[in-house]
């Protein structure tokens, strides 16, 4: 799968807060590499990750990473009840669903739901 996006490296100021915010929003699988730092898998397994401290998040979109959901609006629900926050509402992108947050990190990430055919 020449091309195909596997692996992100986000920025957090606590790791166990960013990822049990991911793990509570996404239901991404969080667990201890051999080397003890905390990674993830995303819901689909085919994407996977690490969460790193010392390194400043992303905290204006430049990279922007967009999350699927099946609902945007109990995602954003669950952004905030998970203690991040929103800071582009659903309905900011013509003719797209999504949204965007920020995390316990500081990084602004984006959430997209498929529209109805």
């Not at 996006?5 to 239901?27: M, Q």
């Not at 582009?88 to 013509?94: E, N, R, T």
Request: charged share 20%; aromatic share 10%.
């Amino acid at each position: 799968m020449n091309g195909k996006i596997c692996y992100l490296e986000l920025p957090a100021t606590d790791v166990e807060a960013s990822a049990a915010f991911y793990e509570g929003v996404f239901g991404w699988n969080i667990r201890q590499r051999g080397d003890g730092s905390t990674a993830f898998d995303d819901t689909t397994g085919q994407v996977s990750g690490a969460w790193l401290t010392g390194r400043p998040p992303a905290t204006e979109p430049g990279v922007l990473f967009y999350v699927m959901v099946d609902n945007a609006v109990a995602t954003v629900d669950a952004v905030t009840e998970h203690g991040g926050e929103i800071v582009q509402p659903i309905g900011l992108d013509p003719g797209e669903i999504t949204a965007r947050f920020r995390d316990p990190g500081g990084n602004i990430v984006g959430i997209y739901q498929e529209p109805a055919t």
